[in-house]
């Protein structure tokens, strides 16, 4: 693979990336209006289920905060490795 060929591919990726991120951040979005109408319905309740209920938001909203911060990592590296390469 020559260099030109790797540049175009670290490109490629980058924009693969933001498409990702695009949909990531529009589920982040979805997520939390839906969370507020669910946590605002088990609001005061002690059952099992409603407290795996908000469990189970919680993990989900850290879930798309890792894969975001991951997908700004990938987007930096890639970005350094194309620089290096001119």
Do not use: F, N, W
Request: avoid cysteine; charged fraction near 25%; glycine fraction near 6%.
């Amino acid at each position: 693979m020559s260099i030109s060929e790797v540049k175009a591919a670290l490109d490629e990726a980058h924009q693969l990336l933001d498409q990702g991120k695009t949909t990531i951040e529009g589920i982040g979005t979805a997520l939390d209006e839906v969370s507020g109408l669910v946590l605002a319905t088990l609001h005061d309740s002690q059952r099992t289920e409603a407290e795996q209920a908000r469990k189970a938001i919680a993990d989900a909203i850290r879930e798309v905060k890792l894969t975001l911060r991951t997908i700004a990592a990938a987007q930096d590296s890639g970005s350094a490795y194309r620089k290096v390469l001119g």
